[in-house]
């Protein structure tokens, strides 16, 4: 199975300032068929996740531009350029290249200073 | 508006048996593969099982795999999870989900 593992797990931020998460996976990500599959979910507190990424740095609808992803391989970030009071939550990569089974991060709390 | 509402959980005794409800509404439920991610109180995402859009292939994680059994009924835009022989580790909130949506989760607590 891929093990994925994000870093840092806490990352206290200050609003306005960006942030950034790492997500390290345990063999490529590159699928046969050419495409990355690794995703990016926000979930806040007490709410169910979200996605904000898909294949690596696609923004899904109704997401905001100050989120981005990038990375290749086995390394993969996910930016936010300017934290605001609404992204604390908790924060997952996933990849569905090598699955079943589909594998998350362990997670990375944001928060604010 | 796309909506997933999930239904069935509840409290059960180690050993006994529980069957999740997942409700889809507001997009085209025959053609998605559904999955169902299960969350540990104050724990991660764990991944637990899909099935293919027209149910022709199902997975499991190797934690469930022999004890959970996964299904759809199209005709109904509905899926389930039928969890049998529950263990204290698969009390979790969970969530049926198509990872571009979500549902609310439902929650199962196993406890003698």
């Known amino acids: 199975d891929v093990v994925m593992t994000q870093s840092p797990l806490s990352l206290p931020v200050t609003l306005g300032q960006p942030a950034s998460i790492s997500c390290r996976s345990s063999?490529?990500?590159?699928?046969?068929?050419?495409?990355?599959?690794l995703s990016w979910f926000q979930q806040r507190p007490g709410q169910s996740p979200r996605r904000l990424i898909y294949?690596?740095?696609n923004r899904d609808s109704g997401v905001p531009d100050r989120f981005s992803g990038s990375g290749s391989g086995t390394d993969f970030t996910l930016k936010i350029s300017r934290v605001e009071a609404e992204d604390v939550g908790v924060y997952y990569c996933m990849q569905d290249t090598h699955r079943p089974p589909w594998t998350f991060g362990q997670g990375t709390k944001v928060e604010i200073k | 508006q796309v909506q997933l509402v999930e239904s069935g959980g509840g409290v059960v005794q180690p050993g006994r048996s529980l069957r999740l409800s997942c409700a889809a509404s507001g997009f085209t439920f025959s053609n998605y593969g559904m999955h169902w991610v299960r969350q540990a109180p104050g724990k991660g995402l764990e991944w637990v099982a899909v099935i293919w859009y027209d149910g022709s292939d199902k997975y499991y994680a190797d934690s469930v795999k022999g004890r959970f059994t996964i299904s759809r009924d199209n005709s109904k835009n509905t899926l389930y999870l039928q969890m049998n022989s529950l263990r204290a580790e698969d009390t979790a909130l969970y969530y049926c989900t198509g990872f571009d949506m979500w549902g609310q989760g439902t929650v199962v607590t196993v406890s003698s």
């Open positions: 063999q490529s990500l590159v699928h046969s068929d050419g495409n990355t599959y």
């Open positions: 294949k690596v740095s």
